[in-house]
């Protein structure tokens, strides 16, 4: 976005009243603004090669405009009698702009342009805009099926926020649990444990191979030696057999605390974990196999019976990492992306099948095994699809 | 508001470097740009929280107490401005001048914080400005819940420092952000600790080879600091008007060259 430029003199009467105004800004012109026209004059002879753009009052010339994918520079001729910005813009993104082009002056811009097509700004915001197609090069054809690794530094650090900001929810969930054990109200604990479950499911794909904590943080008492008895029975499965299955808070304040205590651990664990651009799709298609091979057929949640919705989050955390590969994959191969949509999908519409209504929801104990079946089945199938889109984007 | 004014010889610079870094981008620079988004999130619910205060003010006719909230607001707004090229046009309804409109202030069009500003200090009232703030705060939420689900490009990120130190050094230096309130010393403490907080998260990268870089650009944001800090009021600053000659210059001077040595960032990363 373009503003007035105070140090241009001799523009129209409502940008001198506006320099009147500011009579700040006019003292400034011996500092920055003589800098910045002196340095508007600096443009170099044109590189081979450089494509010339020049704004007039009410359009671009050419409006249209087509280069090769790769590095481009353009002169941008300011034809037109106020200053102007120019833009290439991608969406709403603008991915280079030269604002400040006084009047007479040209300025050079040099950008990396993928394959696509973009608008390019002409001066007033209301002037039409024109276009710019960049078409494929071998180059960009190849990149397609093997993006260069800074392409995953976006969906590296999307992911790392996400385990980030999940961490932070649990921690609080896990902290309001712990308040509700200790003022003894079971409603506010039950929904406080459901709150904290959800967003453990949401990075379960990596804390859940922090081995220690994992032990901690979610044993099953049906892989213990003396089951609800076992002193290495903690953390939410303990609390969740208090709240449903003894219907009491009693014994649960220090195993809600210590759960307090391991999930500022996982906070800070998952903060540590280094990710690699194969680990995006490859630990969520080995967290989905896992979803159908243990959870899925034999349940969890054996005292709350509310795995459906958990499973529901579970989906919500494979799909994170794998949508931020997706915009790559759809350049890959439009194909395998629809494909991995498509499976997402599918999950989706059989946990809605099993689930019931929000009024009457289906508790798991009644699912039947061939259902179960049926929902693993629909799991592989995801952690299938999953599987192919590292070597789709050239990772393996 | 961003303008990434062309300073000459940074647009220079690129245009002439740009490839003749052979630095390949390194996936070191995960930890830095996720930390920058969670810099920004809490940002953005910062500014959703003053201009939800802020807007409440406005619609309910209290002048002074809207304009004592005006600059401190914006705050957490300037503070994000390095990457408000992600978000051109909610820039443009957020933050835009009167000059990008026909009529200039007379325009029904002009919108966001600037139209705001206007109706405070030009006509000290607040007639008319209530669908203004009610747009401004829609506005300002819809970026909250756009920035949660956008995934930074990291050229964007790296490169946004030096756009934003351009655009202050081509324009904002003049005072022409806040030409009616005149509070731009505090949209300067805003535009600066977010093109800092940029440097500072990249700076492990390149702490080794960068050295001198590293330390002619933190000399150049310690004497902004310095100055800035003569004109510190309570928990803000005093109008821009104030601003001595000498100080301005010494400002210009250190923005245009923080302009100049952060343009050269994102090669130095291997993000051209
Ligand atoms: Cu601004």
């Known amino acids: 976005m373009s503003s007035s430029d105070p140090q241009r003199a001799g523009g129209p009467p409502s940008r001198l009243t506006t320099i009147a105004l500011i009579g700040a800004g006019v003292l400034a012109l011996a500092g920055g603004g003589a800098f910045y026209l002196a340095s508007q004059r600096a443009v170099r002879p044109s590189e081979p090669g450089t494509i010339a753009v020049r704004v007039g009052d009410k359009s671009c010339e050419p409006m249209d405009l087509t280069v090769p994918a790769g590095r481009s520079v353009f002169e941008i001729e300011n034809a037109s009698n106020r200053p102007i910005e120019w833009e290439i813009l991608d969406g709403v993104m603008v991915v280079e702009e030269r604002e400040n082009i006084a009047p007479g002056f040209r300025s050079q811009l040099a950008a990396r342009l993928k394959p696509g097509v973009y608008d390019i700004t002409c001066g007033l915001l209301s002037n039409p805009r024109g276009k710019l197609t960049v078409t494929a090069s071998a180059h960009s054809e190849a990149e397609k099926v093997k993006p260069p690794l800074k392409a995953f530094i976006g969906p590296l650090s999307e992911y790392k926020v996400y385990r980030a900001l999940r961490s932070n929810r649990m921690i609080q969930a896990v902290g309001a649990l712990s308040t509700a054990i200790d003022a003894g109200d079971m409603d506010a604990a039950k929904s406080a444990y459901a709150a904290a479950r959800t967003v453990y499911r949401h990075v379960e794909a990596v804390s859940g191979r922090i081995a220690d904590l994992e032990n901690a943080i979610d044993p099953v008492a049906t892989y213990l030696a003396g089951r609800e008895q076992d002193p290495a029975f903690t953390g939410f499965h303990r609390i969740e057999f208090g709240l449903w299955h003894e219907g009491s808070v009693t014994g649960l304040k220090p195993v809600a605390d210590k759960l307090e205590a391991d999930a500022t651990t996982l906070r800070d664990r998952l903060k540590a974990v280094k990710f690699e651009p194969v680990d995006l799709a490859g630990n969520a298609a080995r967290e989905a196999r896992r979803l159908a091979e243990g959870p899925v057929i034999s349940g969890d949640n054996l005292y709350a019976n509310d795995e459906l919705v958990e499973f529901a989050a579970a989906v919500d955390g494979l799909e994170k990492p794998v949508s931020l590969l997706v915009p790559l994959l759809a350049e890959a191969s439009p194909e395998m992306a629809k494909a991995t949509t498509d499976a997402f999908a599918a999950v989706r519409a059989e946990l809605g099948k099993l689930s019931g209504s929000d009024a009457a929801p289906v508790i798991y104990s009644d699912v039947s095994p061939d259902a179960r079946k049926a929902l693993a089945a629909d799991l592989v199938a995801l952690a299938d699809a999953i599987d192919r889109i590292n070597p789709a984007l050239g990772l393996e | ?272």
């Open chain 2, 1 to 272: 508001m961003r303008i990434s004014g062309l300073v000459g010889a940074s647009a220079l610079t690129f245009v002439l470097t740009s490839g003749a870094f052979a630095q390949e981008a390194s996936l070191d620079l995960v930890e830095p740009i996720a930390e920058y988004k969670i810099y920004v999130s809490e940002k953005l619910a910062k500014l959703v929280e003053d201009t939800t205060a802020f807007t409440d003010a406005v619609k309910a006719g209290e002048v002074d107490k809207a304009k004592e909230l005006f600059a401190p607001t914006r705050l957490s707004y300037e503070a994000i401005e390095p990457i408000a090229e992600l978000f051109s046009d909610l820039d443009a309804s957020i933050d835009s001048r009167a000059d990008d409109y026909e009529k200039a202030e007379a325009d029904p069009e002009f919108p966001g914080f600037h139209r705001i500003e206007y109706g405070l200090w030009e006509k000290n009232s607040t007639e008319g400005l209530a669908p203004v703030a009610d747009k401004l705060l829609s506005d300002v939420k819809e970026l909250e819940g756009r920035i949660a689900s956008l995934t930074f490009p990291p050229e964007k990120v790296v490169g946004g420092a030096a756009v934003l130190m351009e655009e202050v050094a081509a324009t904002k230096i003049s005072g022409e952000e806040d030409r009616y309130s005149h509070t731009d010393l505090w949209d300067f403490r805003g535009n600066f600790d977010g093109a800092r907080k940029i440097v500072d998260l990249v700076r492990p990268l390149i702490a080794d080879k960068e050295a001198d870089f590293l330390k002619t650009v933190d000399a150049n944001f310690e004497t902004v600091d310095t100055t800035l800090a003569k004109y510190k009021d309570g928990e803000g600053y005093v109008t821009y008007d104030k601003l001595t000659d000498d100080d301005r210059k010494v400002l210009a001077a250190a923005v245009n060259t923080l302009a100049e040595d952060l343009s050269t960032l994102r090669g130095k990363l291997g993000l051209d």
